[in-house]
């Protein structure tokens, strides 16, 4: 079984990355044209993955139900803001809010999933 510290950066690691996807097949089925290009960019799984590693910081200063509903709502503003302020989206703001709930939606669960699993 992994320690503490490496369960935690697989798991920061895997939401980041389930999130990424979770996001880019919302955006392919939300544009109707089930592109499955961002599913190939590489960088979008890095910035997944660094906004992911916020969570065991969140955890860790807070309690269910509060740490939840953070990361939730970090994990939507943080890659909002930076799609819109540093890589210059063109999508609308609510559609940009909406693809990265999913992405929250399923990075938190497997987070959490990742972290209360047997080995």
């Given at each position: 079984m992994?320690?503490?510290?490496?369960?935690?950066?697989i798991a920061v690691?895997?939401?980041g990355v389930a999130g990424a996807?979770?996001?880019a097949l919302a955006a392919a089925v939300i544009s109707g044209a089930y592109?499955?290009?961002?599913?190939f960019v590489p960088g979008r799984y890095l910035v997944?993955?660094?906004c992911t590693s916020l969570l065991p910081f969140i955890y860790h200063a807070l309690k269910p139900p509060q740490a939840d509903w953070s990361a939730f709502v970090a994990l939507i503003v943080i890659p909002s803001m930076m799609a819109?302020?540093?890589?210059?989206?063109?999508a609308p703001w609510s559609m940009v809010i909406?693809?990265?709930a999913v992405y929250a939606i399923a990075a938190c669960a497997v987070y959490r999933e990742a972290l209360t699993a047997k080995a």
């Open positions: 992994p320690n503490t510290v490496t369960r935690k950066i690691v895997t939401a996807i979770a996001n592109k499955l290009d961002l599913l997944a993955i660094a819109k302020f540093i890589f210059s989206t063109g909406a693809l990265n």
